[in-house]
């Protein structure tokens, strides 16, 4: 595959995912079948699993979808779709991390809404699509470590949007020996403001899928119902 039908092909991988992971509406609904025209651009694998999410949202009656969304990512911390928790928690540091998306999306001209926070996964994959693909890249893998738990986490839960996270992980390289561990870490301890008094996030699932791993709450804070914009 050449360089540009691989970035062709991310592309319209994170742009399908970044639509297909924000909170089902009637404008979701609609935007269905232009997301199964994007699947044309992905690999099959990929296709495949996008195309569960897509059949789960276009077959299931929209409150009841809206509730399962609220209950998958809403209430379960390893469900998270704010990047940044996994690695920092709510700790000070998860501030400066926050600081490093605004600045890269500054940079590179995005405008950010005002009520969207810049590590939620569907404003990253968003940039990455269609902005800066490199930069966006660079940010996934800056937080390989939740993403990747994020995947596992929703495999293991048997959620309909597990295959999103499946094929976003999948655009990304095999994960190295010391991204296994990483993974390992936070779902044993979990993130940083969350070390004593909560039970961990593993269990031993997880150790098996990272062998097979191609690539990757209760939160105080609002969840992004738009999505990508």
């Known amino acids: 595959m050449t360089r540009t039908a691989t970035r062709t092909h991310d592309a319209a991988v994170w742009q399908a995912a970044a639509l297909v992971l924000g909170y089902p509406d009637e404008r979701l609904l609609a935007d269905l079948p232009a997301v199964r025209q994007m699947l044309g651009y992905a690999s099959p694998a990929q296709a495949a699993s996008l195309e569960r999410v897509l059949e789960h949202l276009s077959t299931t009656p929209l409150p009841e979808a809206q509730a399962a969304y609220v209950e998958t990512f809403d209430t379960r911390r390893r469900h998270n779709l704010y990047l940044t928790y996994f690695a920092h928690g709510d700790t000070r540091k998860r501030g400066v991390a926050l600081l490093r998306f605004k600045q890269a999306y500054l940079a590179a001209g995005f405008d950010l809404a005002a009520d969207e926070l810049p590590d939620h996964l569907c404003v990253v994959l968003e940039f990455a699509a269609t902005v800066d693909q490199e930069q966006g890249r660079t940010l996934m893998l800056d937080h390989r470590a939740g993403l990747e738990l994020l995947r596992l986490s929703l495999i293991e839960s048997g959620s309909p949007w597990a295959g999103a996270v499946e094929a976003v992980c999948a655009t990304l390289p095999a994960l190295r020996g010391d991204e296994r561990d990483a993974v390992r870490r936070l779902a044993a301890e979990g ?30 804070m609002p969840t992004v119902r738009s999505g990508a914009r």
């Open 191 to 220: 993130p940083p403001a969350e070390e004593v008094g909560l039970s961990p996030y593993g269990g031993p699932a997880f150790d098996a899928r990272l062998h097979e791993a191609r690539a990757a709450t209760d939160l105080p």
